[in-house]
């Protein structure tokens, strides 16, 4: 039963670090790469939790009934909540500017713009539908969630940047998203 409350503790530990990003972003002292330093540490940390969920789901026995409904509610929750700060990392690693990089110079005339607007939201629902697919053994589930966004999209891939953004924020992603499904299935299988 133990990775059913590590779950939930990287949930809680992805939600104090959006917290503290989103009072650094605000902050006009913060730079950039202090952002960049707190999605980062809640990266790992959310990771290195997961990690342990994954560990502690493959030694335990397979759970049945109301926690295996918990498992499943808590893993596409975790899911949806957790990635942001690695697709922000995989973004700024590929030169993709996020809401952070410009939030400090004044001169910029469009500040906190991204190519692709509410791209959060969207990852958001990406993830929790990614991992509610896998965990209901529908992985074609996949296809039609990738279709519906990139169908979506289409018109918006030519402005700059943004086919790079949007192929490095998806794969990201759908990465986690799988990831972290697979902690589910390891739960209860």
């Known amino acids: 039963m133990i990775p059913i409350p590590l779950l939930a503790v990287a ?21 950039d790469r202090q952002v960049l330093v707190a999605d980062g540490v809640t ?6 939790l997961l990690a342990v969920a994954a560990i502690g789901a493959w030694i335990a026995d397979p759970v049945t009934g109301g926690p295996y409904v918990a498992a499943a509610v808590l893993t596409v929750v975790a ?25 400090d110079d004044p ?19 990406e993830r929790a539908s990614v991992a509610a697919c896998l965990l209901m ?8 969630i990738l279709a519906v966004k990139s169908l979506a999209r289409f018109s918006e891939l030519r402005a700059p940047r943004a086919s790079e953004q ?6 990201a992603s759908v990465m986690w998203a799988c ?3 697979g902690i589910g299935w390891l739960i209860a299988m």
Do not use: C, K, M, Y
Request: proline content about 6%.
């Open 179 to 181: 990831g972290v499904a």
């Open 79 to 103: 899911a949806a909540a957790t990635g942001s700060n690695v697709v922000r990392l995989v973004l700024a690693a590929g030169g993709i500017p996020t809401r952070a990089d410009n939030h």
């Open 166 to 171: 949007f192929i490095l924020g998806t794969f």
């Open 107 to 125: 001169s910029d005339d469009e500040p906190d713009q991204t190519p692709l607007r509410g791209g959060r939201i969207i990852g958001v629902l």
């Open 43 to 48: 990266a790992v940390g959310v990771t290195v």
């Open 137 to 144: 053994s529908w992985p074609a589930g996949l296809a039609v």
């Open 11 to 31: 949930v809680i530990v992805s939600i104090i670090g959006s917290v503290l990003r989103s009072r650094l972003v605000d902050d006009p002292r913060a730079t």
